[in-house]
């Protein structure tokens, strides 16, 4: 009998989830599909696989089955999974939490620039985590040593605005499957260098590690490399040599917004790995350079924030909208270059 097992592993967008993709030998005897999954992906245990079923993350033939489902011949199955948990005590730490909604399934915080969301290398105290751990202590999956408890997507560091939190492992699970199917409604806000040429449009180009330097990102536009990655973008507000615009998210990789948004030439405004820290766009008058300057030590950051996020209610599958207003930096900023275009002439000789 031919051979005939086809597998592939991805790892999440956000690196919070496995994604894995099995096609069933056509020869193969009928078991149960929890049963399988154990034999063919390595560290599955069955409360994982459990766990994705209960979420309805286990899909046969792009339909939700139960742990109990007999696979059959040439069944193409998909599942996502929480990560195993990690080697790594999460320490409780009082941190200010800005809740916009919270109920027995999950949270919702508007992230302020400057939190880390989960330890990591460099950053094993003081994120959004330890803060989580702390003011949701009585949870279950709070009292685990996974680094990413409720994690079902992530922003910068730098980068501000909603994040939701999940307060079960079944809400977990649910709105993970949101994200991995891009069901889920995300809208950010930045502040871009230069005037774009078109009103609305949509950037297209694979993102991966740059050869050059691992730790920043770059478009390949022939599609042999990266990830495939979409941002639709519309202009808000023409302010002279910078444009507030809003992008929203088609896929969710690493970076997206801000490398989309250099490959285009309209690099964010200070943001300093891909470029935006430095006077892009103006004249040469020391009056506008000081200016500049100004405000970028006013927004000390990339000038992108999370304004909108909406998904189902992984409950009761309500439709979930938040929106949060742009953060004290950015209202600075964006108020100064208003300003700057009705008294542009005091500024420059134009």
């Not at 997507?153 to 499957?177: C, F, M, P, W, Y």
């Not at 989309?260 to 891909?274: A, C, E, Q, R, V």
Request: charged share 25%; glycine share 8%; hydrophobic share 35%.
């Amino acid at each position: 009998m031919q051979e005939f097992f086809e597998e592939t592993e991805e790892q999440d967008e956000n690196g919070l989830f496995e994604h894995f993709r099995l096609v069933v030998d056509p020869g193969q005897t009928s078991v149960r599909i929890d049963k399988y999954i154990a034999n063919h992906i390595d560290k599955a245990s069955r409360s994982r696989i459990q766990a994705a079923a209960e979420a309805g993350n286990i899909l046969v033939n792009d339909k939700p089955v139960k742990a109990n489902y007999k696979i059959k011949p040439d069944d193409i199955i998909v599942i996502v999974m929480d990560y195993p948990k990690r080697e790594l005590k999460i320490i409780p730490e009082e941190i200010p939490l800005d809740i916009i909604f919270e109920d027995a399934d999950l949270l919702v915080i508007n992230k302020p620039p400057g939190l880390v969301v989960h330890p990591g290398h460099g950053n094993y105290t003081g994120t959004l985590v330890n803060g989580l751990a702390w003011y949701l202590q009585d949870l279950p999956m709070f009292h685990s040593e996974d680094p990413r408890p409720g994690l079902v997507h992530r922003i910068d560091k730098d980068t501000s605005g909603v994040l939701v939190v999940a307060k079960t492992e079944q809400a977990k699970n649910n709105l993970a499957l949101q994200f991995f199917e891009k069901t889920s409604c995300r809208r950010y806000v930045a502040l871009v260098w230069g005037n774009l040429k078109e009103q609305e449009g949509t950037i297209v180009g694979n993102i991966g590690r740059s050869p050059s330097n691992r730790q920043v990102f770059t478009v390949f536009p022939d599609g042999e490399h990266g990830k495939s990655a979409i941002t639709h973008y519309k202009v808000l507000e023409q302010l002279g040599y910078v444009n507030l615009v809003e992008c929203r998210l088609e896929t969710g990789r690493t970076h997206q917004i801000r490398v989309h948004m250099k490959y285009i030439g309209h690099p964010l405004f200070n943001d300093s790995t891909y470029g935006g820290d430095e006077i892009l766009r103006g004249t040469t008058y020391t009056k506008y350079k000081q200016f500049v300057q100004n405000c970028f030590k006013i927004l000390p950051r990339q000038a992108l924030h999370a304004k909108t996020l909406g998904f189902k209610h992984p409950a009761t599958g309500e439709n979930m909208l938040f929106d949060s207003e742009l953060p004290d930096d950015m209202k600075t900023v964006t108020g100064k270059w208003r300003n700057y275009i009705a008294n542009r002439g005091e500024l420059e000789e134009i």
